[in-house]
């Protein structure tokens, strides 16, 4: 197991979000946190980051007890955070966001910086454009693009395709797959919860803060509850 959160309480000033939650992640797998508005998902993410603080329960990361870690402690343990808003630095060039991200390397960036632009050839040929300039879509690209210099163990998704497209949010959900298959394990909070539990292989359904299902993803796309629920079927 690459990743788990169990038993977690927290929250923001006296209130608690989170009330108990668990979730795991294995190693190379894509796991999906579904949920209405409110039920805590990006306050797990958040808390797992270490940018909330944890009351209760414990996090590990690779084996190894990284509760209440600052992330500068985590990025370097393989933990990688990609927020919904504010993901990007706008007055930076999409090369300079990249070289930001890869800030603790002490190999070369120049390895790192081409396999993303193989991942995101949208974002090659535009390396000296800067980031405030970017669509929100392209801006996302760039977003998950930074959050690979490190080569993560672990990448911490909060709603990728939040504000977009159609259109491009089929490209970042492609993008996000391919991220996962080639080796980097994902924990996926997403509203669009179809297309979601759609890539991948498994999946939380949270609701008032509590862990109210979980499964196989195919098996949650089938269950009654969560298609009437959270799928509007």
């Not at 359904?205 to 109210?212: D, S």
Request: aromatic share 4%.
């Amino acid at each position: 197991m690459v990743l788990e959160a169990r038993d977690v309480v927290t929250g923001y000033g006296e209130v608690d979000i989170l009330h108990g939650v668990s979730v795991a992640v294995h190693e190379g797998e894509m796991v999906a946190v579904i949920g209405p508005n409110g039920a805590g998902k990006s306050t797990l993410l958040r808390a797992i980051f270490g940018l909330l603080r944890l009351r209760k329960g414990r996090v590990q990361l690779a084996g190894e007890d990284v509760t209440n870690w600052q992330p500068e402690r985590l990025v370097p343990q393989g933990l990688s955070y990609v927020p919904q808003t504010e993901n990007v630095f706008p007055s930076l060039s999409i090369q300079e966001n990249l070289e930001m991200g890869a800030f603790i390397r002490r190999d070369s960036k120049k390895e790192a910086l081409e396999r993303v632009y193989e991942l995101f050839p949208d974002l090659a040929g535009r390396r000296g454009e800067r980031a405030g300039k970017l669509s929100g879509g392209q801006r996302q690209m760039l977003a998950l693009a930074r959050a690979l210099m490190l080569d993560p163990k672990v990448l911490l998704l909060d709603e990728p395709s939040a504000s977009l497209s159609p259109k491009m949010v089929e490209v970042i959900f492609e993008r996000v797959g391919a991220i996962n298959k080639a080796g980097t394990a994902v924990l996926l909070v997403e509203q669009n919860a179809r297309q979601a539990l759609s890539l991948c292989n498994r999946g939380y359904v949270l609701a008032m803060g509590q862990n109210r299902l979980e499964g196989d993803a195919r098996g949650l796309l089938d269950n009654e509850e969560v298609g009437r629920l959270y799928l509007g079927a």
